[in-house]
């Protein structure tokens, strides 16, 4: 089966620019996820999406970050304005289901954001 | 809520060697679940194995094993006969009940040819 595809792979920007990423799962997953790694620590839950409803969004910047899952496939974060801190790598992952136990979660290759 | 600790940042092994990454956790819940997964250069993230913690039997995969110690919230991973393709970043991840699932700060292994 064809993983988790993410765009675009690297990403440079000046701080107060917007920039979006975007994520398509693999087919017949009905979890979304959107995780932020800084550099040198492990990944953190952004979102999480049951097909288009949103799940958690509890560690999500509101006021900079927003996300979407249209028709409950292919998912876009926006992040506007960036700043500095947001340097990091946007990781998207897929799962069947909720459970990250029973299905596991398949992550993409990330996408590597530099805020200059 | 729920932490994970790797108190090893780096580590190394020889190729064809036995390697242990540690890993300790905290939760509140009873019923929880312990994945190590694997990032290589690439940034993917890859599912290693997983332990479900009401089940005492270690879980195995192949050559990676792992050695769950629920009373003291323990639960590393042995990499046995270590490649050069095993060389990546290693973390230590939870979840519980209806908790989102955690990292910790990961593990970087290198292996020596």
């Known amino acids: 089966e064809a993983g988790v595809a993410q765009s675009p792979r690297y990403k440079i920007i000046e701080k107060r620019q917007s920039v979006a990423f975007w994520c398509n799962p693999i087919?017949?997953?009905?979890?979304l996820y959107w995780y932020q790694q800084i550099l040198g620590q492990g990944p953190k839950l952004l979102i999480q999406f049951q097909n288009n409803g949103v799940v958690d969004d509890s560690q999500l910047p509101k006021d900079r970050f927003s996300a979407e899952r249209l028709k409950g496939v292919d998912s876009t974060l926006k992040i506007q304005p960036a700043k500095l801190e947001d340097s990091a790598v946007y990781l998207c992952?897929?799962?069947?289901?909720?459970?990250?136990?029973?299905?596991?979660?398949?992550f993409g290759n990330g996408t590597r954001l530099t805020v200059t | 809520a729920q932490t994970v600790t790797q108190s090893q940042p780096e580590m190394s092994v020889q190729e064809a060697e036995t390697v242990t990454l540690s890993c300790t956790y905290d939760t509140s819940e009873s019923d929880y679940y312990l994945f190590w997964y694997k990032q290589p250069p690439s940034r993917q993230m890859i599912l290693v194995i997983r332990q479900e913690a009401y089940k005492q039997q270690n879980a195995t995969e192949n050559r990676f094993s792992v050695n769950f110690q629920k009373a003291a919230k323990s639960f590393s991973l042995k990499i046995s006969d270590s490649q050069l393709g095993d060389a990546a970043m290693y973390f230590c991840a939870i979840q519980g009940g209806s908790e989102k699932l955690v990292f910790g700060k990961g593990t970087k292994l290198t292996v020596n040819p």
């Open positions: 992952a897929s799962s069947r289901t909720g459970s990250s136990y029973n299905s596991p979660l398949h």
């Open positions: 087919s017949g997953h009905a979890t």
